[in-house]
């Protein structure tokens, strides 16, 4: 019975080994694998594509970004190789014990076929039994080799146990090292790549620094201008709540209702569907199937240039050439808004929910439109210039702007 509750006891050990680290492990390799293929969305979407002009300040953006990611990818292999580290450590102590205990079992066991071929096996046996002094001195004696027997068939399974248990932590051990060995690798990689990258940074900032006014008169333009632009949809979500009320009123001659400015009236079903947007904040789909935000939401100092702050009004979203974008829930178009330079802004009502779709080359659908989620609504434009593909995409509820991270699911 001992020997059982040694054996579930190292059994036990050995799980819980792989259980503490192992979680944790599990975790940080996700995260690597996460990074890793950031990574590549990163060189694909921002650094593939032959620029016809070079803009020193969207280099810098991208190179931040690329420098930003490995930075994060090389700290989670340096976790990992940490835990791995120190389970391999544990484990290379519980197998130096499992061998000791090994050895000693070996040990036991040869004394035991030792004593018993002194003994003369068979004929001493039955000598044993026959010089008993009663039938049951004569039964005891048979009891007592009966255990003797078991007890020694006992050791020898007690020995097989031992060595597949030390087998199983030796084959781990091999393959914890060999995972340590390529995650080291893969961290000098990860390294030089990074020197390399933030040795063309420093060459960006340097031209940067040669045309600098010139760079900031151009971002400031470009921040001005993209006020205007925010200033025109914001006006004419306004419009359009307004006109949409109005329908409302209509419908409601007997039942007059009162709403705030800037607000939709809605109906029992549109209260329903507002409320079921609601229930999906964190869990609705991305607007595109594949992309790497290049710009967050909210007021953010600009990386170049201390002082100059730029606001995000949603998430800019680059993803490939000839992508889609998608609803991410039911609803209806509200309406289509095209730009002076011919881009298109799609606007989806879900009850007192917005969602917008900014920077189209084509649109799939039109106004009125009951929409579902995951249908295509359009084209995303490709820049001929940068050679970016990117969404600008939006949460509206009325007319207050929302922040899209805190809706759709985490990537």
């Known amino acids: 019975m001992k020997s059982k509750k040694k054996y579930i006891s190292i059994f036990i050990i050995f799980i819980s080994v792989f259980t503490v680290f192992g979680q944790s492990r599990k975790e940080l390799e996700k995260q690597r694998k996460k990074l890793n293929k950031e990574i590549k969305q990163v060189n694909t979407l921002l650094f593939n594509e032959i620029k016809k002009e070079k803009n020193a300040l969207e280099d810098l953006k991208d190179i931040k970004k690329k420098i930003d990611v490995r930075a994060k990818l090389i700290s989670t292999?340096?976790?990992?190789?940490?835990?791995?580290?120190?389970?391999?450590?544990?484990?290379?102590?519980?197998?130096?014990?499992?061998?000791?205990?090994?050895?000693?079992?070996?040990?036991?066991?040869?004394?035991?076929?030792?004593?018993?071929?002194?003994?003369?096996s068979q004929q001493s046996r039955m000598m044993f039994l026959l010089s008993s002094q009663n039938f049951y001195q004569a039964y005891k004696r048979l009891e007592y080799l009966k255990q003797y027997t078991t007890f020694r068939k006992k050791q020898g399974e007690d020995i097989i146990k031992q060595k597949n248990i030390i087998k199983k932590l030796q084959d781990s051990l091999v393959f914890q090292k060999r995972v340590k060995d390529t995650l080291i690798l893969s961290e000098k990689q990860q390294k030089n790549k990074i020197e390399v990258d933030k040795n063309n940074k420093e060459k960006l900032i340097k031209t940067i620094k040669k045309k600098e006014n010139k760079y900031k008169k151009e971002l400031k333009e470009k921040i001005k201008e993209e006020k205007k632009v925010t200033a025109r949809i914001d006006k004419k979500i306004r419009e359009e709540i307004e006109r949409a009320n109005r329908i409302a009123r209509e419908k409601l001659k007997d039942k007059p209702k009162s709403v705030k400015k800037n607000e939709f009236i809605l109906s029992p079903e549109a209260k329903a569907l507002a409320a079921n947007f609601e229930l999906n904040k964190g869990k609705l789909p991305w607007p595109v199937k594949s992309g790497i935000v290049v710009r967050k939401f909210g007021n953010q100092p600009h990386p170049s240039f201390p002082?100059?702050?730029?606001?995000?009004?949603?998430?800019?979203?680059?993803?490939?050439?000839?992508?889609?974008?998608?609803?991410?829930?039911?609803?209806?178009?509200?309406?289509?808004?095209?730009?002076?330079?011919?881009?298109?802004?799609?606007?989806?009502?879900?009850?007192?929910?917005?969602?917008?779709?900014?920077?189209?080359?084509?649109?799939?659908?039109?106004?009125?439109?009951?929409?579902?989620?995951?249908?295509?609504?359009?084209?995303?434009?490709?820049?001929?210039?940068?050679?970016?593909?990117?969404?600008?995409?939006?949460?509206?509820?009325?007319?207050?702007?929302?922040?899209?991270?805190?809706?759709?699911?985490?990537?």
Not at 87 to 109: A, C, G, P, R, S
Not at 373 to 396: A, E, H, P, R
């Open 77 to 120: 292999i340096n976790s990992e190789v940490s835990i791995l580290s120190k389970e391999i450590n544990v484990n290379e102590t519980e197998f130096k014990k499992l061998n000791n205990n090994l050895t000693n079992l070996k040990k036991d066991y040869a004394d035991m076929i030792l004593k018993s071929y002194k003994s003369k």
């Open 307 to 411: 002082g100059i702050t730029v606001n995000g009004t949603g998430l800019h979203i680059v993803t490939k050439q000839g992508a889609k974008a998608e609803a991410i829930f039911n609803g209806t178009v509200l309406n289509i808004l095209k730009s002076s330079e011919g881009t298109k802004n799609v606007l989806i009502q879900h009850g007192n929910y917005i969602s917008s779709y900014n920077n189209l080359e084509t649109t799939f659908v039109k106004k009125g439109d009951q929409i579902f989620t995951g249908q295509n609504i359009g084209q995303i434009f490709t820049d001929k210039v940068s050679k970016k593909t990117k969404l600008i995409f939006v949460i509206f509820k009325n007319t207050t702007r929302l922040n899209p991270s805190s809706w759709i699911l985490k990537r």
